[in-house]
């Protein structure tokens, strides 16, 4: 199943997946996605964040309060930021324990070896910093319609659509906790935005029923195991300390002085 998977992948141009997130459908997925985002990256904190998205221009960590962010792109573009490092995403050159916040933006769904890259990404991090990873959710309207229309040729498709319990159990053997979960967009995938306006009343019930089921998801996790160094038991040797007393006055003495 993974090398089934990992061939969808190589099948898949990032310049189309950029220009599908240009379209209108790309748009509004891209707008909730960032609504999720916002809802979260506000409350962490820290001095470094590393974005790696779909597209490096994205800005996707806007509301961070981090002041050094650094954009992740794997080939070099018009619009790259001063703060944009161009390598591979299997690859980062930041050293261990050294990154407080990384964000994942369909990283995992477009790659080769998305568990390679999340391992880099868990590398990079401190103990105590926090992960974010954004992807697209099979358990969704988006998951059906990619899985009856196996052959089609959309940008999106190609995606991996790597389940929530899957991503759980890469995460646990890679020592991260899970915090929260976001999802949303129950939209199902129309191009025409006459049928997505007809199927908006789709949106309200599924945030109130669908809590899982949204188009696309947001995980939060923080690393907690790797990195920490236990405190070692220090031994101390028992010596006794004599300590000066006063001598107690004799009842001689005592009878000269009254």
């Keep these: 199943m993974d090398k089934k998977v990992s061939v969808t992948a190589q099948e898949i141009d990032i310049e189309d997946i950029q220009q599908w997130f240009s379209s209108e459908l790309g748009c509004e997925l891209l707008q909730a996605q960032k609504r999720a985002i916002d ?13 790696l998205s779909i597209d490096p221009n994205m800005a996707l960590s806007s509301h961070s309060l981090i002041g050094h962010k650094i954009i992740i792109a794997e080939r070099f573009q018009l ?24 964000l994942l933006h369909h990283t995992l769904d477009f790659t080769d070896n998305p568990h ?37 040729s959309k940008a999106w498709h190609k995606g991996q659509f790597i389940s929530q319990s899957r991503l759980d159990d890469w995460m646990s053997l890679l020592g991260m906790t899970q915090l929260r979960m976001l999802t949303d967009y129950y939209v199902p995938p129309f191009t025409s935005k006459k049928w ?36 070692k038991h220090i031994k101390f040797a028992r010596k006794f300390y004599t300590l000066p007393v006063r001598k107690p006055a004799t009842r001689e003495l005592v009878r000269e002085r009254s």
């Design 39 to 51: 809802r979260l990256i506000p409350n962490l904190f820290g001095y470094h964040l590393v974005e």
């Design 79 to 102: 619009g790259l930021s001063d703060n944009g490092v161009l390598c591979e995403a299997t690859e980062l050159p930041f050293e261990h324990n050294s990154i407080d916040v990384v």
């Design 116 to 152: 390679q890259v999340l391992r880099e990404a868990i590398r990079i991090l401190r103990p105590g910093g926090h992960i974010m990873v954004v992807g697209f959710n099979p358990a969704s309207w988006w998951g059906v319609h990619r899985f009856c229309n196996k052959k089609s």
């Design 196 to 231: 997505r306006n007809r199927c908006e009343k789709m949106q309200a019930y599924g945030r109130r029923s669908l809590p899982k089921n949204g188009a696309f998801s947001v995980t939060l996790a923080r690393k907690d195991v790797e990195g920490i160094t236990p405190v």
